[in-house]
């Protein structure tokens, strides 16, 4: 078990069972709420249920510090409260999976060992999901250089790259709930109107109106992968 916290300074503390900060509990990481709005009518058996959203994730973390000196315990110390302080956000990463926080409650309780204080920190995530340290990157329609080394020149010409044929890629939400993605279109020549259409849906996204382009791009950025 190993957590790493980083601040917005890029100051950070990693937690596992090991010296200085031994890590012995976990909580809140693998724990899901939501809240849930129904109706309900005069003399009505049950409700009806109108939505339900998932609430704030609060994870909380234990341990205690573990040094051979006290003079070390004491620099230690000042330097949880350093990376773990209120006035500033943070990302923790657990399980190669990273979620965005900000310290609720980090502290130390009182401990008749005084080279080994126990810890406490609260960590409230705004958004309840774990997401995955890097972005996923899907290639559509690209281009595959074919210029090698050493160069001959024929006399009929020679071709630099060509496009790839298929137009339909299979892009994978890791994830299992509904996430948004970034759809880049890049132009060599001048396009109008150009547009991405769902082949589960079987519906088009909304299409980019009125543009005409050249060696540019735009960014389309409402779009959504749905879990599997």
Not at 39 to 64: V, W
Not at 101 to 110: M, S, Y
Not at 167 to 185: L, S, Y
Request: glycine share 6%; proline share 5%.
């Amino acid at each position: 078990m190993e957590l790493t916290y980083t601040n917005a300074n890029g100051e950070s503390v990693t937690l596992r069972q090991t010296r200085p900060f031994f890590l012995t509990r976990v909580d809140g990481a693998g724990k899901v709420c939501q809240t849930v709005n129904t109706f309900k009518a005069p003399d009505q058996d049950g409700a009806f249920f109108i939505s339900s959203a998932m609430d704030m994730r609060n994870i909380t973390l234990e341990g205690s510090v573990v040094t051979p000196t006290i003079a070390e315990t004491y620099d230690q110390r000042r330097r949880f409260l350093r990376v773990f302080t209120p006035k500033l956000h943070g990302t923790l990463i657990y399980r190669n999976r990273q979620i965005a926080c900000v310290v609720e409650e980090a502290g130390f309780t009182a401990s008749s060992r005084e080279r080994a204080p126990n810890f406490f920190i609260s960590l409230l995530c705004p958004s309840p999901f774990f997401e995955a340290l890097d972005e996923i990157r899907e290639e559509l329609a690209m281009w595959s250089p074919l210029l090698l080394f050493p160069l001959e020149i024929p006399g009929v010409g020679l071709e630099f790259g060509i496009r790839q044929p298929s137009q339909i890629i299979t892009v994978d939400n890791i994830g299992d709930v509904a996430c948004g993605c970034h759809v880049v279109f890049r132009a060599l020549g001048s396009v109008t109107n150009p547009e991405l259409m769902s082949l589960d849906a079987v519906q088009r996204f909304r299409h980019v109106n009125a543009i005409s382009f050249e060696r540019d791009r735009y960014v389309e950025r409402d779009l959504c992968l749905f879990a599997q």
